[in-house]
Each structure stands twice: as C-alpha cells, then as structure tokens.
C-alpha cells in the first residue's frame, strides 16, 4: 500500500515573533514495515539557516533558525511511502513473570532497547490509579501480548475520544481522571499502565489513512497527526504497535513519523521565540491513497 500524505503546520502571530529557533519532526521515517520513498519539508517565508539529522531514536530532525521577525510561517510536508503488509504472528511473548528476565538479557542501549522504556520520561510520571488500572486489566493474561491487548481493550472501553476535553499539555493523571480525550492523551495512559506492570512502552507519532476502505468504519483520529503505542513483548517478538483509540494492532492504515518515551521526544513542532499576546494555530493532514493504473 502507498500512500500520498501532506501535512501543513502553520502559527500567525498577534505581534512579530523574534529569535525563533524552530525543531521539526514531520518527516516520516523508514521502518521495518514502511519505506519513504521521496518527500520533501519547506517552510514560508525561508528560514535563514536549516540543517537535516537524525535524532537518538531514529527519527528524521529538522533545526530551523529565523532571524527575521514572523507574523506568519508555515511548515509543510509533501511525500509518499510505502507501507509492507503485517499479519501480526504468532504471539511468541513470554508470561509477565518471565519479561523482567528477557529485558535484563538485552546488552544494546541503542534507540530501541527496551531499557530506554520501562521508567519514568518528560511526560509520563508514575501514577497510582494508572498502575491499579494496569494490574487489574493484565491480571488473567497469561503472556506479554495478552497483557498489551488487555490494557488497549480495557483503555478502550474506558476512555470516551473527545477533542475539547484535553490540550497538547493535559497531564496523564488528569485525562485518566476524566475518563476523556484525545489519541496522545489515551496513548500517554496505555504506556504509563505498561511501565506499571513492566512492559517497555514508547510513544508512537504518525499518520493515519483519513478515508477507510469501502465497508469499513472511519477510525478515530484520522483528521490530525495520530499518536499509538510500541510495546517490547520479549526477545522473540520484539516490539508490537498498538492504537489504543480504536483498539487495533497497527497494520496499513498507520504510518510512523516518529518513535520516542513520550510526546516530548517526537512533537512535530517545538522550538522558543520572542512574541506577545496571543497567537492562532493551523494543522491539516491529507492521507491518499495511491490509485494504481493497470494496462490492456
């Protein structure tokens, strides 16, 4: 499956914004599973200095740099990738007990360890109800993926998707609490659940197909960039993808941007600036699918 995606991000200033320093990860990345096969990333009005890297965990890192004062600037994607059809496997994890052993047997700390996974992060902190609600949805699993659906399945179930319920900084606790809001809110809480009981959880940004196949209902999320979550499920399955918002393995429909612990690692824009008063936002996302010809 190929899939044409653009996605724009644009801020318009009330008063011109100064030394705006600008990080950028909307690049989506290649993967195991997904191939980019071209794109490009422009900004209006040109920045005056740019590099291209990549990150720790992988991730393609854009570094803008203004020197002259914005009213308006506007970030945009243009690419196609390539996703590679999954059937998921079999499930070769180990029970729960057993996990802790398997992580321990792991040497690397390269970006996809699952050391880098089990603790605490920027935007994930310990919390009590979270860690009762992981023990008590896990408790009958009898292996490490069982356990990551259960929790998924019991989020599910548990969360009512709201897009006014929550803001880009709402804290973990406080949408567990409310029982509302929105893919980064639920995912937030299905990793702090999985760190409870000792699976390795990261945070997955990405896109997700904004028109389903005919006969199938439209997912929850597909108007913005989408977030999900990466469970290590021990040394023989590895790392499984799991959108909690509509309760589903990652398959066709899901194209990774960028990996990370929380949202603080794979946020599309962050950066600092000099400004006053308030300023608006606009994000759009465009998913297509590619429509193949065929000849005779």
């Known amino acids: 499956m190929q899939y044409d995606i653009t996605l724009e ?11 705006a320093r600008t990080l950028l990860r909307m690049f989506p990345i290649n993967t195991s599973r997904q191939t980019l096969l071209h794109g490009s990333l422009t900004c209006s009005p040109q ?14 890192l854009t570094s803008l740099m203004f020197s002259a004062p914005l009213k308006d600037v506007r970030f945009r994607f243009e690419g196609r990738v390539q996703r590679i059809p999954f ?5 070769l994890s180990p029970p729960l007990a057993v996990l ?5 047997g792991v040497a690397s700390l390269g970006p996809h ?11 994930i902190q310990p919390v009590g109800e979270i860690a009762a609600f992981g023990q008590d949805v896990t408790a009958a699993a009898l292996t490490t993926l069982e356990a990551v659906l259960a929790v998924s399945r019991g989020l599910h179930a548990l969360f009512d998707f709201d897009a006014t319920a929550t803001d880009v900084a709402t804290d973990p606790a406080e949408a567990f609490a409310q029982r509302r809001g929105v893919c980064q809110d639920i995912s937030h809480v299905m990793i702090g659940a999985l760190r409870a009981v000792g699976i390795p959880a990261g945070y997955v940004s990405g896109f997700l197909r904004t028109q389903p196949p005919p006969g199938q209902p439209r997912l929850s999320g597909a108007d913005a960039m989408h977030a999900w979550v990466r469970a290590w499920c021990g040394r023989e399955l590895g790392w499984v993808e799991i959108d909690p918002t509509n309760d589903l393995r990652v398959a066709l429909d899901h194209v990774v941007v960028a990996y990370g612990r929380d949202y603080a690692d794979v946020s599309p824009v962050k950066g600092s600036l000099r400004s006053a008063g308030p300023h608006k936002t606009q994000h759009s996302v465009d998913m297509v699918p590619e429509v193949l010809s065929t000849a005779g």
Do not use: Q
């Open 9 to 19: 991000i644009g801020y318009r200033f009330e008063h011109p914004a100064t030394a």
């Open 47 to 60: 920045a005056s200095e740019r590099r291209d890297e990549v990150d720790f965990f992988g991730n393609m």
């Open 87 to 91: 059937d998921g496997g079999l499930d």
């Open 100 to 104: 802790p052993r398997e992580i321990d």
């Open 113 to 123: 360890s699952p050391h880098h996974y089990l603790g605490p992060s920027e935007r």
